[in-house]
């Protein structure tokens, strides 16, 4: 296993041929790689739509070319950071995902910088398969299964805005624990409520017990 989040991945999930070669991992319909130039404008509008950096504690709108070489620089950067998410098979952009805070010693880490292109998901989801649960909860399984078999996690932490009900949903589908509530300052130092999320390898093993739990009698009906 990979304890080095720079480290490309020598095993877990299949990279086909189709896919760029920055490609870590895929889920069912998306998969996670490290970002490309082509993308970087991109990410950087996303992190600064409004509907988006309203869940960040700091809001400021990033400088494009500032962040050009930000993510330029990611694979290098130790103990952080950001991938993109990406629609499979075709690679167009669908958004963001990354940690930080990574200690290989203590195997954990911390996640967020998520976002989702809501309207590129809208326009990529018609036609997918009708028990096809949404982007959202792939994202949260490819990269839940990926830092666990890859990085080798011990745990893995981190929060949402008590008021993001959305999010919270998800954490709870892919098999995030709420475990406590925190009041956090924003750059304004205006505060907000959230709620800390963590997740054990213990947790992960249970919660993929529990989906091919599921998963096995849908395969036999189908």
Do not use: C
Not at 112 to 126: C, E, P, Q, T, Y
Request: glycine share 8%; net charge negative; aromatic share 8%.
């Amino acid at each position: 296993m990979n304890e080095d989040p720079i480290a490309p991945p020598t095993g877990g999930h299949p990279v086909g041929p189709a896919l760029p070669p920055d490609t870590l991992t895929i889920g069912r319909y998306v998969s996670l790689g490290w970002p490309v130039p082509a993308e970087f404008d991109a990410i950087t509008a996303l992190r600064n739509a409004d509907r988006v950096r309203q869940w960040f504690l700091d809001d400021t709108p990033l400088d494009p070319i500032a962040n050009r070489r930000w993510l330029s620089a990611v694979r290098e950067r130790k103990g952080e950071s950001l991938l993109s998410i990406r629609f499979h098979p075709s690679g167009e952009l669908l958004g963001m995902v990354g940690w930080t805070d990574h200690d290989p010693v203590a195997r954990s880490a911390w996640f967020g910088r998520f976002a989702l292109d809501l309207d590129v998901a809208r326009r990529l989801a018609i036609g997918l398969p009708e028990d096809y649960p949404g982007f959202a909860i792939d994202i949260g399984r490819t990269v839940r299964d990926y830092v666990f078999e890859e990085l080798n996690l011990e745990v893995g932490r981190g929060y949402a805005f008590v008021a993001n009900q959305l999010a919270r949903r998800a954490n709870r589908i892919v098999g995030w624990r709420e475990v406590g509530r925190v009041m956090r300052t924003r750059l304004d130092g205006s505060t907000v409520e959230t709620v800390d999320v963590e997740m054990t390898r213990v947790d992960w093993e249970a919660q993929l017990r529990q989906e091919r739990q599921v998963e096995e009698p849908q395969k036999r009906a189908g």
